[in-house]
């Protein structure tokens, strides 16, 4: 009886491990998608040959504030 007891403890907590522990490889996944979807921001008036920038603010060269490009 005891050994029955035992064997349904340990497969319960195997199953509880493997559900807690399983999406944490989703959950990564899903930033690393987030990640690749970031804007990128170029000065409209291309003072410096298509240089872009990861965040938006003004150009050094003419000042222009920088306008968001499409990622292809």
Request: charged share 25%; glycine share 10%; aromatic share 6%.
């Amino acid at each position: 009886m005891r050994k029955g007891i035992y064997i349904l403890s340990f497969a319960c907590l195997f199953t509880i491990g493997a559900l807690s522990t399983g999406c944490g490889d989703c959950k990564n996944s899903t930033e690393q998608l987030d990640g690749d979807e970031s804007a990128t921001y170029q000065c409209p008036m291309d003072c410096e040959n298509g240089k872009t920038y990861e965040e938006a603010g003004a150009c050094p060269v003419c000042k222009m504030d920088l306008a968001e490009v499409e990622n292809s």
